[in-house]
């Protein structure tokens, strides 16, 4: 057994695998008496009865019954791995972040992961997939919680419970709607249009990677980075696949999907246990902290919207590699508890609505999904800084907190200071006063000028498979007025598109024409058909 980061040194073991099972050469008990035989239980005669007193029989059993814990309400399927960061020391200019720095290698663990599915569903459906990284970093953990769909379906989290209950199965049927699209999800996106680019984007080739080794991931809001000189920007953060961004094609999904569903999870695995490691670069968009916080004509707190690469290059600035397999799902992978608010100094937040709602809804799900507070305790969760923390007590607590005195400043513990030097400060900003309803800028109401960019910037094959894709999944709404309604949708993106989608469905073609928001810079209006590949 090695060092306890909860005993009183405060000092982290640093392992995430350490295993308090499986000691010695004896099967036990849970509370460590050698057991002769865990086949038979204790009867009365040969035939029995079973007697209430067989402990071992008891304890075997009420184990096993406990052995779920809820899944999670999104993204519940999932696959893991353990890795390493080293950063380049090119975004030393723009944030004090320590694990950023030249040639600095910092333990990561990743999960990949669907978003509707349940635990057990198939990998190869069309959905957004998770792209969450743990970085352990000698200043605390950090935690990028992305996808691989660089913006959201929605611009306010007060909305995501009703984005993911028009996506999750129906509730008298439960019939999952992740593979073969159903009326909640084309009813929810047709009467929210902000939801049309992730959309576009879902019935693009993105929608079906060919591999989790295989995809960008995107920290989708805009952070704000702080300089050792207190001077900040802003950010978007980007992982650009080594392996180059592949995707299935529909019919190889479907047959992937029935063949085996555990396609990706395999894939991973297999590539890491052969050596071939997944590798990652790590970018940055890096824009002006402006007083109004948009970057050429375009909101960056607005999570339906990105800043096309023309405008702000990606820069990179470390490299993810992906090198070991977790050596225990549950323990792992399972029990992993990623938190937009885990953050380092030097990385901070932004006013996004979004990510305001993020904040605060992962610690609260992961207080149910994994039993009370203590989760961070956990082997996977643990940090590798010394922690030094007043919380106490409650469920599944394992530390042995010494002292009489959990509070500061205190006279009797030696209490330390308030503010550790380098602490987390947060960047102090303006408020306005508060107020519900669209008070956002106008172009939070442009729904369709991104979705446009992007379906002009898709080759003829590319352009094919969107069509395809809207058909068949519109091809499996009941009701009609919600299929005409979408097809209103993409009148108001390229009249072709709609056309197309329409006569596979034989439908007639709604009246409309491109809605393009008429403000943005002279240079996003250059941005045109070579934005952006998809591999
Ligand atoms: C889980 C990404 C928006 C609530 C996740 C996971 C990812 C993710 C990658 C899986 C983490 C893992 O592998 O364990 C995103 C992105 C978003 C977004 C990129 C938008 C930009 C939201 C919003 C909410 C939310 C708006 C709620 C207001 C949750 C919850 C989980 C989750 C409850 C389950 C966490 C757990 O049980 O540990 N999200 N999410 N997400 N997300 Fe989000």
Redesign the pocket.
């Known amino acids: 057994r090695g060092p306890d980061p909860f005993t009183a040194t405060g000092q982290p073991s640093g392992d995430t695998t350490e295993t308090r099972a499986q000691g010695g050469a004896y099967l036990t008990t849970a509370t460590g008496t050698r057991l002769p035989d865990t086949d038979h239980s204790l009867k009365a005669g040969p035939r029995g009865p079973v007697l209430l007193r067989d402990h071992h029989l008891r304890e075997k059993i009420t184990h096993f019954d406990h052995e779920r814990i809820p899944e ?4 519940a399927r ?1 696959a ?1 791995a353990h890795g390493v960061f080293r950063g380049y020391g090119s975004a030393a200019k723009v944030t004090k972040a320590a694990f950023l720095a030249k040639d600095v290698e910092t333990p990561v663990f990743v ?3 669907t ?1 509707l599915g349940s635990r057990g569903s198939a990998d190869a459906v069309r959905d957004t997939r ?3 990284t743990k970085f352990y970093t000698s200043e605390g953990v950090f935690d990028l ?3 691989n769909i660089p913006v ?1 379906f ?1 611009q306010d ?1 007060i909305k ?2 009703d984005v993911i209950h028009a996506g999750k199965p129906h509730p008298d049927r439960e019939i999952p709607q992740a593979q073969s699209a159903h009326d909640t999800f084309w009813d929810f996106v047709s009467l929210h249009t902000e939801a049309t680019h992730h959309t576009m984007w879902n019935m693009s080739d993105r929608g079906i990677p060919r591999s989790y080794r295989m995809m960008e991931g ?4 805009t952070f704000r980075l702080v300089a050792a000189d207190g001077g900040t920007v802003l950010a978007k953060f980007h992982w650009k696949p080594k392996a180059g961004v592949h995707s299935l094609v529909w019919e190889e999904a479907q047959i992937v999907n029935g063949v085996d569903p555990d396609f990706h999870r395999r894939d991973l695995a297999d590539a890491i246990e052969a050596g071939a490691y997944p590798e990652w670069e790590f970018g940055i968009q890096v824009f002006p902290d402006s007083p109004d916080q948009t970057f050429e004509g375009i909101d960056l707190l607005d ?1 339906t919207k990105i800043v096309p690469e023309e405008l702000a290059p990606v820069q990179p600035i470390g490299l993810l590699t992906l090198n070991a397999n977790p050596a225990n799902f549950f323990a792992e992978t399972e029990q ?3 938190h937009v608010g885990h953050l380092v100094p030097g990385i901070d937040v932004t006013d996004d609505p ?2 305001a ?2 904040l ?3 610690l ?3 207080i149910t ?1 994994l039993g009370g507070p203590n989760f961070v305790q956990l082997p996977i969760n643990r940090p590798h800084a010394p922690v030094n923390d007043m919380l106490r007590d409650s469920m599944h607590q394992t530390a042995v907190h010494t002292g009489v005195a959990p509070y500061r400043p205190n006279s009797l513990d030696g209490g330390c200071p308030f503010q550790a030097p380098g602490g987390y400060v947060e960047v102090p900003v303006p408020v306005e006063a508060a107020a519900r309803g669209r008070t956002a800028p106008a172009s939070y109401a442009d729904h369709f000028s991104q979705p446009r960019l992007f379906w002009l910037s898709m080759s003829p094959v590319e352009q094919a498979h969107i069509i395809a894709a809207y058909t068949f999944e519109l091809s499996k709404v009941f009701e009609q007025a919600i299929r005409e309604r979408q097809l209103q949708v993409l009148a108001r993106v390229d009249p072709y598109l709609c056309e197309q989608v329409a006569l596979g469905l034989g439908l007639p073609v709604p009246e409309g024409k491109p809605e393009v928001y008429v403000e943005p810079s002279p240079a996003l209006s250059q941005v045109g058909r070579q934005w952006p590949t998809t591999g």
């Not at 999670?72 to 993204?75: F, G, P």
């Not at 995107?218 to 809001?221: D, M, P």
């Open positions: 999670r309400v999104v993204h999932g893991g999960r990949f992961s978003v998770g792209f969450a919680v992305g996808n959201f929605i989290a995501f419970p995107f920290g989708v809001h999570p992993v508890a990623f979004l990510l709602g993020r605060f809804s992962y609260d799900t992961q999904r």
